[in-house]
């Protein structure tokens, strides 16, 4: 089983790209286990680990409903943001500037064949992370993602996730909000989630800014602890 990810920063790059390149890497890892299956061999497959910001853009999850976003095109536009339907799981999420979001394109073969722990696994990285902020994160039963103060009035969610797999092969993520510009996701009700808050890293920890790079080695470290894996930086340019 090949435990070696190749890790890459796109840094800031348009959803649409993102959504085309990991596409790509997902067919390329699963159209060689197909061939592997038919010619009985044994060729490793990749697994991969995209970190990317987005400029402004709403997703909407396959079995997600639109009206859950708030606001029309003319008001997208004036935001400067966009809007797409995807083949993910979940409802609708927003992404932006001070966010890190995380594309793990995994052939679960090589890890664990369990998309639930799959699923708590993602969510445990991001716990770690925060929890090396200071901050005790948690999951809220029936709701993917990782929330602060769960199960009170003031329960919010900073991390949101949403995966799809096909033959074992992941693709899509997570999107933690590290120095995010909440007012966004007033344009829209979070996951579908009605009366619940939305809070980014900054935010909780009083400051104007919090290092993007710092957040990614944390998460990076735990994500390997977790998965068992190895992470391959790849500066090749997309």
């Known amino acids: 089983m090949n435990k070696n990810v190749e890790l890459r920063?796109?840094?800031?790059?348009?959803?649409?790209?993102?959504?085309?390149?990991q596409e790509l890497l997902f067919k390329e890892v699963?159209?060689?286990k197909i061939k592997n299956r038919r010619e009985g061999s044994a060729v490793p497959t990749p697994n991969h680990f995209l970190f990317v910001e987005h400029p402004h853009v709403y997703t909407l999850g396959k079995s997600g409903d639109i009206g859950n976003l708030l606001v029309d095109e003319k008001v997208l536009?004036?935001?400067g943001a966009t809007f797409y339907k995807i083949n993910r799981g979940g409802d609708i999420t927003y992404h932006g500037p001070g966010q890190i979001v995380g594309y793990p394109i995994l052939d679960l073969d090589n890890f664990f064949t369990d998309i639930?722990?799959?699923?708590?696994?993602?969510e445990e990285m991001v716990i770690l992370t925060l929890g090396e902020y200071g901050l005790k994160a948690e999951r809220s039963e029936g709701e993917t993602g990782v929330w602060l103060d769960v199960g009170t009035p003031f329960a919010r969610k900073i991390c949101a996730m949403g995966v799809r797999a096909s033959r074992w092969v992941t693709m899509h993520?997570?999107?933690l909000n590290v120095?995010?510009?909440?007012?966004y996701f007033d344009l829209m009700?979070?996951?579908?989630?009605?009366?619940?808050?939305?809070?980014?890293l900054n935010v909780e920890l009083g400051k104007q800014e919090v290092p993007?790079?710092?957040?990614?080695?944390?998460?990076?470290?735990?994500?390997?602890?977790?998965?068992h894996a190895q992470f391959i930086k790849q500066n090749k340019p997309v």
């Open 179 to 183: 120095n995010a510009d909440l007012g």
């Open 77 to 79: 536009e004036e935001k």
């Open 9 to 21: 920063d796109l840094g800031l790059k348009d959803y649409k790209e993102t959504w085309d390149y």
């Open 30 to 32: 699963v159209d060689l």
């Open 212 to 227: 993007m790079d710092e957040v990614k080695g944390k998460l990076l470290k735990h994500f390997e602890n977790l998965f």
């Open 173 to 175: 993520g997570f999107a």
């Open 116 to 122: 639930h722990k799959y699923l708590r696994f993602l």
């Open 189 to 200: 009700i979070p996951c579908g989630i009605r009366g619940k808050a939305v809070t980014s």
